[in-house]
């Protein structure tokens, strides 16, 4: 079974440019998330989708980044336009469950973005 | 003060030793706790998940939690270099799917 599948594995833009990130869940699995890591700082929840509904999305830090889960499989992050402090590693997970507190979510090995 | 709290290492044991690590917590609406693996580049990789107070034992993993505390631990016996990552503690409430994490711990084990 193929794990949680991200692209591109990293993407250098320049300020003010737009990015997309794509991440492709475990097949079946309903429950899909965006995390983030900025350098120094801990992983940080994003927002959760169950199948296309944003279920949670108090993470995302502000209007420039867009979450889109159309038809329910894979999911796209653009931000848009990127700022210097979107630098990190943009993770995904998914999960089987009810999107609940003991789903496991399964993480994908992220993309790295560098906004230059 | 940040939600969770893991010592902040770098932990270094020799081979065969035990790898203690550390977690606290400050929402007590926390009901589910999970230990990550992340080597360097990859992605983090669950290792143990505990939802009731006391010891949860996994192979050379024991997991232990005390709520009333807010506190949650990974013991690692016979520590093996290939051991060596960085270990991320996370929590979440019980009807969310959003897992808060920990800054991470990263561990060595020398041969």
């Known amino acids: 079974e193929a794990g949680v599948t991200q692209f591109p594995s990293h993407s250098v833009i320049e300020k003010g440019q737009t990015v997309t990130l794509r991440c492709d869940p475990i097949?079946?699995?309903?429950?899909l998330y965006w995390y983030r890591r900025v350098m120094g700082k801990e992983i940080k929840f994003l927002l959760h989708?169950?199948?296309?509904?944003?279920?949670?999305e108090s993470g995302m830090p502000n209007n420039r980044f867009l979450a889109e889960r159309t038809g329910g499989t894979y999911s796209t992050l653009k931000v848009q336009p990127a700022e210097l402090e979107d630098s990190g590693v943009y993770f995904c997970?998914?999960?089987?469950?009810?999107?609940?507190?003991?789903?496991?979510?399964?993480f994908g090995p992220g993309t790295r973005l560098t906004v230059l | 003060q940040k939600e969770v709290e893991q010592n902040s290492g770098p932990l270094s044991v020799p081979e065969g030793a035990i790898a203690s690590l550390n977690c606290t917590y400050s929402?007590?609406?926390?009901?589910?706790f999970f230990w990550y693996r992340q080597y360097s580049g990859k992605s983090p990789e669950l290792i143990m998940s505990?939802?009731?107070?006391g010891d949860k034992e996994d192979g050379r993993f024991t997991a232990q939690l005390n709520k009333a505390s807010q506190y949650v631990s990974l013991l690692i016996r016979d520590s093996q270099p290939s051991d060596s990552a960085t270990y991320l503690c996370a929590v979440r409430a019980t009807n969310a799917g959003k897992s808060t994490f920990g800054d991470g711990t990263t561990l060595t084990v020398k041969p």
């Open positions: 929402d007590r609406g926390s009901q589910s």
């Open positions: 505990i939802y009731s107070n």
């Open positions: 097949s079946g699995h309903d429950n």
């Open positions: 989708f169950v199948k296309e509904s944003k279920q949670d």
């Open positions: 997970a998914s999960s089987q469950g009810p999107g609940l507190g003991t789903d496991t979510q399964y």
